[in-house]
């Protein structure tokens, strides 16, 4: 049951970084959506995942799993360091390389996240 919840979890966070990335990625950037959502995807692994001992889960996978957990909490203060300076950015040319750099760091995410559900789900 521990095992579905987490699963589920990291479902809901998958879901959430693909919205972050369709809104980063989009024409028209709506910083107040991005910064919205990215404060949806703390909640998800803060008080969701965050708060699941790794140790009451019956899984071979968890060495991996705690890895990829480190991996995406780094990211994510990375990631929130990164949208405070796209917000402050003032010209045309800094704004597209802190978009690229919130870009990349989206992308590891999902990365980190796809890897843990295919692991919970051998």
């Known amino acids: 049951m521990l095992l579905k919840f987490y699963h589920q979890s990291y479902q809901e ?4 970084l693909l919205e972050l990335q369709k809104r980063v990625i989009a024409e028209d950037t709506d910083m107040i ?3 919205t959502i990215y404060e949806q995807v ?3 692994f803060q008080k969701r995942i965050l708060r699941v001992s790794l140790d009451e889960l019956d899984c ?3 060495p991996l799993v705690r890895s990829a ?3 995406i909490y780094k990211n994510l203060r990375l990631l929130g360091t990164e949208l ?4 402050s950015s003032r010209q ?14 989206v992308k590891d995410l999902i990365g980190y996240c796809q890897a843990i ?5 051998q």
């Open 13 to 16: 966070l998958l879901v959430k």
């Open 33 to 35: 959506a991005i910064k």
């Open 42 to 44: 703390q909640t998800i």
């Open 60 to 62: 071979s996978a968890i």
């Open 69 to 71: 957990q480190t991996e």
């Open 84 to 87: 405070l300076f796209l917000t």
């Open 92 to 105: 045309r040319k800094t704004t597209k390389k802190r978009l690229e750099k919130v870009q990349e760091k």
């Open 117 to 121: 559900i295919k692991q919970l789900e």
